[in-house]
């Protein structure tokens, strides 16, 4: 029986398997988290909208009813491609076709200072410590005497116009306004002070110019202070840089500006590109090795001449593919080559508020914000998942109230040592 190996279990992994199974052969999925994890809901975890099981799936809890599919939880570090063999922790697994799905991680741009001290969202933990982040700075403003410390802990900048940039930046205004007012009456409402800085000239590139018009009013009308064409350069704990030499005191940074090809690319014996990315042929294979199908972030593909974007759409269709064309190569059959279908692109940006544009026609308000919710909600795994995030986007939307305000990192109130 011919052994599929597939690393990562992100959207494309999850396709591939799914294709895969039932098929005849062993599909073996390796995955260093034992849940799948739906990125995009990150940042309401992080701004106290849902509970962090509410966006993960036990990945064994969805193969188990998956023919022929197993799961092993193993970090992989690199691999033999002319013996077929991966190297894991602790030992080897050998394959008869490879599926690489390892993901994307946040690029700092070689700017250490800005690693060091700003927040991304990649992983739950992220998103769980970055709560901790904004919470534990309105506790500390709420009894801090000095001015200009207390404006210092309520400055949350968030740099990158894209989709998550824009999408925590509305979440974090409404947040501050509607929720943190109420349980913080100490502060004033006007004190939170939310910044996006975007290094080019407008927000949410992908989407049509008068799409990128409203989320940009739109935000404002919310309070977000949006600095376009401004970059920022380094950071300290409690400052940061940008790189016309202002200085902004804040306590908080949030880096959403790029992502790069997870670690692994540098672990194998394959070109890269700049951004880590692994150049494929058409059919997703690696040129000198056609058992090997590289997808999602990870590869490099181009589309009409430019690079196709790191997106979950780009990943699950590039995942089918993948577990298609290893069944049509199985059987001897011919495949034709990756073609990318762009089914749209939307953003939520607040309450009753989104941008999308879908089959070539553009929306924004609320019924973009209506066709955001329906497809998140689709795409998450699980039935109880699916309920809870709904229940709580209802409650949400009823109340004005998040429920999941918990500061979870010990120390907040103090030491009496």
Known sequence: MKRVVIVGVGFGGLRAARALAGQGMEVMLLDRQNYHLFQPLLYQVATAGLEQESIAYPIRAMVRRWEGVHFRL???????LANRRLF??????????LVLAAGSVTNFFGLASIERHARDLKMLGHAVELRNQILGSFERAARETDPAKRR?????????????GVEFAG?????????????????????????LAEATDRLLAALPEELQRYA???????????????????????RVMLHDGTAIPAHTLFWSAGVRAAPLADALPVPRTSGGRIPVAADLTLA???????????????????????????????????GRAILARHLGKP??????????????????????TVAGKNFSGYLAWLVWLGLHLYYLIGFRNRLFVLLNWAYYYLFYERQVRLITREGEGGSCQ
């Open 152 to 164: 210092a802990l309520l400055t949350f900048v968030i740099v990158g116009g894209g989709p998550t």
């Open 88 to 97: 894991i922790a602790g030992g080897t697994i050998d394959y008869d076709y």
């Open 74 to 80: 193993a970090e992989v570090c690199g691999a033999d």
């Open 288 to 322: 000198e090795h056609p058992e090997v199908f590289v997808i999602g972030d990870l590869a490099y593909v181009e589309q009409g001449g430019v690079p196709l974007p790191m997106v979950a759409p780009v990943a699950m269709q590039q995942g089918d593919y993948a």
């Open 335 to 356: 495949f034709p080559p990756f073609r990318f279908h762009d089914k749209g692109t939307m953003a939520t940006i607040g309450r009753s508020a989104a941008v999308a």
């Open 216 to 238: 940009l009013e739109k935000l404002k009308r919310m309070g977000v202070e949006v600095l376009l064409d401004t970059r920022v350069t380094a950071a300290e704990p409690e």
């Open 171 to 195: 979440a974090m205004a409404e947040l501050a306004r509607f929720v943190l007012a109420k349980d913080y009456p100490e502060l004033r409402v006007s004190e939170p002070r939310i910044i």
